[in-house]
């Protein structure tokens, strides 16, 4: 059987070969990381970008949607952009290069580069999966980012924003985090593209919590209408360890949001709350797979998903109960207010339950704007558009009110809102 | 303010003719009653007149200060002072009743080209409206509606229409389901609101609550059309007689 055809590598595959050829000798590594890009990248090529006939990538057909990989760079945004929330501690990550390392309390600070150059990054380049594309693109391009350690009990009192910011072009980077046990913090990991040239951007969050950890992590994905945004969140929950993952999609041409978890200590407890606001010909996959691999573990995963014009959306979501994992309680839910006729959201729930003694729901709703509260509020002199979008901001809004921080929500509010100001 | 003319009007969905020929004028200052037995197409003709789509009109016009409101949105209609006080009061979860209050009052500003309120402002105003009209703070914290009694729904709905000062106010069946106090809240609420140069048009089964908002005109719905058109005694003799009689008389 001839199946060469099928295996011609598409423009954007030549493309990133040819990108890594020429950054061959370029790219910062000792021996020991240059030798993982080796293998990461020897791997991708030979699987080729994964298409619909790979299970993890059937809704994104990457090979198929990813027509073109932009220029490794373009345009350097000059500044930082404001923080999301005022105070917050800006740790910028400036088309991938990583700029101000200086100490905060409780928490040490270092560019990923040097992680890099001395090869303690080496560890952290393996695939995650046999089809982890983003790892591999990502693991071979990475170039900075930034690790941080949070130390035992300590509390963090002010926002970390880490603030991913191109202009276009290519941006690699990676977020390395460990909590200490029993410590508290908030991370908003941002990403923005300000320019206007079409970017690809691939971004990898690492983190780890040691027991008793309590961890808020947000990430807000505003990239622009051309770009491809490609992220992954790896996550490791110690005993008794809290995560509340906060995700907002309100950019990008092409995008995918994986999400791995992994509870590894009894007690622990893992929440995901998702937005995603849909419009024009874009594509938006959020993919999650949450191991509850240790008894007594439990987990949330609420998404809602507004979708306008001709946007498709996935949200593809894996719950694995282990054979021991009694007492495991997860629950799910997917909800998704469709604003065309055009306009598409796939769900693919997924569970696999080893264990009898369990508690694992799923759910999911599709529904359009409810036409009866549209006529209430326009009967008071609201226009349709502002009145479509006060009930588009109540539908998102109380996932976002979970989070109890008020500036965090306000900031949170005003991104929607500005989203719908351009969209609705 | 308000005039009416061989309107004839049915439901988008399945064509039923709900409105057939009804000839109503409302002038400024006025306070009209309609009245009419049930099905007789009283809160149909309210919600014509706030521009709900649900109902088509096939035939007629309304003319509101001499202008034709047919091709008005709800939210057109609204921002030139015409104002449904809902029978049944909508509830929508996730919106703050204080975040709607503003909103509708600055869209309405906006749309007569008039500056936005300062939120001091705004919240004095919504302050002393909800006083007059003993509406617990407590209440404006919750999503629109959303928990509220039938009561407490009925005067949030007067107090919208305090906050927006519509020019042509529609009220149906603002009555039901509020025991004599409410009643009495909501009346003085209305007919605080009375000038010269505002219309009420109170939509009611029963003469009660025009004890309390005396009308000026009395007009019975029946099958769609105004049958009959009399001073406040008319409502007397309906509450006395019934409808049979007026029935009859047109028939």
């Known amino acids: ?424 | 303010m308000l005039e009416i003319r061989n309107l004839h009007a049915r439901i988008a969905e399945d064509g039923t003719e709900i409105i057939k020929g009804l000839n109503l004028t409302v002038k400024a200052g006025e306070v009209a009653a309609i009245m009419g037995p049930n099905g007789s197409g009283k809160s149909t003709l309210s919600y014509i007149l706030s521009g709900r789509s649900d109902y088509e009109v096939t035939e007629g016009e309304i003319l509101y200060n001499g202008e034709s409101i047919l091709e008005l949105d709800p939210a057109e209609r609204a921002a030139k002072g015409i104002f449904l006080a809902f029978q049944y009061p909508v509830e929508i979860p996730g919106v703050a009743t204080m975040q709607f209050l503003k909103v509708a009052m600055n869209e309405q500003r906006k749309a007569r080209g008039e500056a936005e309120l300062t939120t001091p402002d705004f919240m004095r105003r919504v302050k002393e409206a909800a006083a007059e009209l003993k509406i617990n703070p407590d209440m404006l914290k919750r999503p629109l509606n959303v928990g509220f009694s039938g009561g407490e729904k009925k005067r949030a709905e007067i107090l919208q229409m305090a906050l927006l000062e519509p020019k042509l106010c529609v009220l149906d069946e603002t009555d039901s389901g509020l025991d004599i106090d409410a009643l009495k809240i909501v009346a003085d609420g209305v007919n605080a609101l009375k000038s010269p140069d505002r219309a009420v048009i109170v939509i009611t089964h029963y003469q009660r609550l025009l004890d309390y908002i005396v009308p000026d005109t009395v007009h019975v719905l029946y099958k769609g059309q105004i049958i009959k058109t009399g001073d406040k005694s008319l409502a007397l003799d309906l509450e006395a007689n019934g409808y049979a009689d007026i029935i009859g008389e047109a028939a």
């Open chain 1, 1 to 424: 059987m001839n199946i060469q055809a099928a295996n011609r590598p598409s423009a954007a595959e030549a493309a990133l070969v040819e990108a890594y050829t020429a950054q061959l000798g370029d790219l910062p590594g000792d021996g020991a990381v240059l030798g993982a890009r080796d293998v990461l990248f020897d791997e991708l090529k030979r699987a080729g970008l994964p298409t619909r006939r790979v299970e993890a990538w059937h809704y994104t057909d990457l090979k198929t949607l990813l027509r073109a990989i932009p220029e490794a760079e373009t345009v350097t945004p000059s500044k930082a952009i404001a923080p999301l929330v005022e105070t917050a501690r800006v740790l910028e990550l400036r088309q991938g290069v990583s700029r101000d390392v200086s100490a905060l309390q409780g928490v040490t600070i270092k560019a990923y580069g040097e992680s890099l150059k001395d090869g303690t990054a080496a560890a952290d380049l393996l695939a995650f999966s046999k089809d982890d594309a983003i790892g591999r693109i990502n693991g071979s391009f990475v170039r900075d980012g930034y690790r941080l350690s949070v130390a035992d009990n300590a509390a963090l009192d002010r926002i970390i924003e880490l603030q991913a910011h191109q202009g276009g072009g290519q941006s690699h980077g990676r977020f390395i985090a460990t909590f200490g046990a029993a410590s508290k913090a908030t991370v908003v990991e941002r990403h923005r593209n300000s320019g206007k040239t079409a970017g690809l951007i691939s971004s990898v969050s690492d983190l780890t919590l040691a027991d008793g950890a309590e961890v808020t992590w947000v990430i807000v994905q505003e990239q622009g209408p051309a770009d491809t945004h490609l992220g992954q969140i790896k996550v490791v929950l110690g005993a008794d360890a809290k995560l509340r993952l906060f995700i907002i999609n309100a950019g990008g041409k092409l995008v995918r949001q994986e999400i791995h978890v992994r509870t590894a200590g009894e007690g622990s407890d893992f929440t995901l709350r998702g937005v995603n606001l849909l419009g024009g010909e874009t594509h938006t996959d959020v993919t999650m797979t949450l191991g509850h691999d240790v008894p007594n573990t439990t987990s949330t995963e609420v998404i809602r998903n507004v979708v306008f014009d001709r946007a498709r959306g996935v949200f593809q979501g894996q719950i694995r109960v282990a054979p021991d994992a009694q007492k495991t309680d997860a629950r799910m839910a997917c909800n998704t207010l469709l604003m065309s006729d055009e306009a598409e959201f796939s769900v693919k729930p997924e569970l696999e339950i080893f264990a009898d003694d369990v508690q694992c729901a799923h759910g999911a709703t599709v529904a359009d704007i409810d036409h009866t509260h549209l006529y209430y509020l326009m009967a008071r002199g609201i226009p349709q558009k502002p009145a479509r979008g006060l009930l588009i901001q109540a539908f998102v809004a109380e996932l976002v009110e979970e989070l109890e921080d008020e500036a965090l929500v306000v900031a949170l509010e005003g991104v929607i809102s500005n989203w719908l100001e351009a969209h609705g």
